[in-house]
């Protein structure tokens, strides 16, 4: 079948409306987790080989979040389904209004390389929950999972509902040409602007889960052994392949030297003396993406790290201080192993230089300060953000993942993903009974009337 004809069997079958049953939704749900557990050990295989991820990593970051997030959607997937009543102003009275969510039809999602499993099951959560079919494209990158998934898929959803392509570019262009009713895309910026175009022919909306430059503010304040492990945590985490993963340190001189001192420390602890050596620690995806990231290294002073083997795709830990401001380091999203550290004066000239960049993806900031808290909550405008921490508001489903301006369009994760791929439909509902006069022609003395 060519994908046309898989896209017009797709909206016959939602045109019988068995997918906006919610029986069939959640049970389609139900099977994605059935899915993820009965393939768990293949699951962990395929990201080991894609990516050399360590298992509890994969199981955190993949697997278990999977499946949270079905719990989480089938718990409440009735209510988010429901009519939402509102308020009925006297002109249209009588009459009640309400606000139903309605699936839209067939969504193509195509999902990045980088957290493979995740970023195609997580949408395709949202996708079913909200009623719709959907035509999945797996990054061709992570090869061995997007097999994997093109394996079990049709093993456990409803084949007329949900169909995997693999592929690349080709593959992606040609769907990429068809009339959908929705576009979710992970990756980068772009090839982010290729899908936009592409949608535009068919006035199709689209969310777009891009990346960008997420920065790190830490103040004196803070407390250096916590800032240091939660930050070597989410940097160091799939080898800083990580979309949220802080890409830059903002800090105060007189911060550096303790700073690398305490990520000195937490490394040790998390990935022993030769990090290529440790279960724990991750690979870049290929040997291009390695020598990209290599090449980085020419900015700054590196102060941690900074071994590589470009055909093991290993970059170790590595902290690079001051580095030019106009290197690709600080101007590129950097999305492996390498955290610059800049220096700045103070706090009102690190949200300077975070307000001169693109709007980020993630914003952290470290610090024991109310005011800067609400400084920064309140001036820095990004997808998502922490205070204290990094990365874990994605561990919080209620809270919509999604970026702003250059980071991204559109948001997921809970509710927020139900709502994403439904289109939610305004109906008013009024009996045969006489309406105000005013209303209608001749428009004579029409103030009066009121
Ligand atoms: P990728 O190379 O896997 O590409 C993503 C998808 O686009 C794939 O399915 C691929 O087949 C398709 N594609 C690639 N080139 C194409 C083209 N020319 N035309 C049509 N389709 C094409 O992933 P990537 O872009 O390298 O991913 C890394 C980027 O993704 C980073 O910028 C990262 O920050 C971002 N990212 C964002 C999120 C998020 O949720 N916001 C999550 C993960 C990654």
């Known amino acids: 079948?060519?994908?046309?004809?898989?896209?017009?069997?797709q909206r016959r079958y939602f045109h019988s409306n068995v997918t906006r049953d919610l029986n069939w939704r959640t049970t389609q749900l139900q099977q994605i987790k059935a899915m993820v557990i009965n393939h768990e050990a293949e699951i962990l295989h395929a990201l080991e080989k894609d990516l050399g991820k360590p298992?509890?990593?994969?199981?955190?970051?993949?697997?278990?979040?999977?499946?949270?997030?079905?719990?989480?959607?089938?718990?409440?997937?009735?209510?988010?389904a429901k009519p939402r009543k509102v308020k009925t102003p006297v002109v249209a009275q009588p009459g009640s209004s309400y606000i139903v969510p309605e699936p839209v039809g067939s969504v193509l999602i195509m999902g990045a390389w980088n957290y493979p499993l995740q970023l195609v099951l997580a949408p395709l959560v949202a996708v079913i929950a909200a009623g719709n079919c959907a035509i999945i494209k797996p990054s061709e990158m992570a090869e061995n999972t997007s097999r994997l998934l093109a394996t079990i898929i049709p093993?456990?959803?409803?084949k007329q509902a949900v169909t995997v392509v693999e592929g690349g570019i080709e593959e992606s262009t040609q769907l990429l040409d068809l009339n959908f009713d929705h576009i979710m895309y992970t990756g980068n910026g772009n090839v982010g602007r290729i899908v936009m175009c592409a949608a535009a022919k068919h006035l199709t909306p689209v969310t777009l889960e891009l990346g960008g430059k997420s920065p790190v503010y830490i103040d004196q304040s803070a407390n250096m052994k916590i800032?240091?492990?939660?930050?070597?945590?989410?940097?160091?985490?799939?080898?800083?392949?990580?979309?949220i993963a802080p890409d830059y340190i903002l800090t105060h001189k007189y911060m550096v030297k303790p700073l690398v001192d305490a990520l000195t420390?937490?490394?040790?602890?998390?990935?022993?003396?030769?990090?290529?050596?440790?279960?724990?620690?991750?690979?870049?995806?290929?040997?291009?993406?390695?020598?990209?990231?290599?090449?980085?290294?020419?900015?700054?002073?590196?102060?941690?790290?900074?071994?590589?083997?470009?055909?093991d795709c290993y970059i170790e830990p590595t902290v690079v201080v001051n580095p030019e401001l106009d290197s690709k380091l600080m101007t590129e999203e950097i999305f492996g192993p390498i955290l610059p550290i800049v220096c700045v004066e103070d706090f009102a000239s690190a949200k300077q230089f975070v307000l001169e960049r693109d709007k980020p993806l993630s914003a952290y900031i470290?610090?024991?300060?109310?005011?800067?808290?609400?400084?920064?909550?309140?001036?820095?405008?990004?997808?998502?953000?922490?205070?204290?921490?990094?990365?874990?508001?994605?561990?919080?489903?209620?809270?919509?993942?999604?970026?702003?301006?250059?980071?991204?369009i559109g948001q997921y994760s809970g509710k927020s993903g139900f709502e994403n791929f439904?289109?939610?439909?305004?109906?008013?509902?009024?009996?045969?009974m006489a309406d105000l006069p005013v209303r209608f022609a001749p428009y004579k003395d029409w103030k009066l009337n009121f």
């Not at 093993?155 to 409803?158: A, I, K, S, T």
């Not at 040790?268 to 291009?288: E, F, T, V």
């Not at 610090?367 to 405008?381: A, C, L, R, V």
């Open 265 to 311: 420390k937490e490394l040790k602890a998390m990935y022993g003396d030769n990090p290529q050596l440790s279960k724990s620690y991750g690979r870049i995806i290929n040997p291009r993406h390695t020598e990209r990231l290599t090449s980085y290294l020419d900015s700054g002073e590196i102060v941690l790290g900074g071994n590589y083997s470009i055909e």
């Open 227 to 243: 800032t240091a492990q939660r930050l070597a945590w989410g940097k160091w985490m799939n080898a800083g392949q990580t979309c």
């Open 366 to 408: 470290f610090t024991k300060d109310n005011e800067q808290k609400q400084q920064w909550q309140q001036e820095i405008s990004a997808g998502s953000q922490c205070i204290n921490d990094v990365v874990m508001f994605n561990a919080v489903p209620d809270l919509p993942f999604g970026g702003t301006g250059p980071s991204g």
């Open 55 to 80: 298992e509890q990593e994969s199981w955190i970051t993949e697997v278990s979040y999977v499946t949270g997030d079905v719990d989480h959607t089938i718990k409440h997937l009735k209510k988010w």
């Open 155 to 158: 093993l456990y959803l409803d």
């Open 1 to 9: 079948m060519n994908y046309q004809d898989i896209l017009d069997q």
């Open 422 to 432: 439904s289109h939610l439909k305004s109906v008013l509902k009024r009996p045969f």
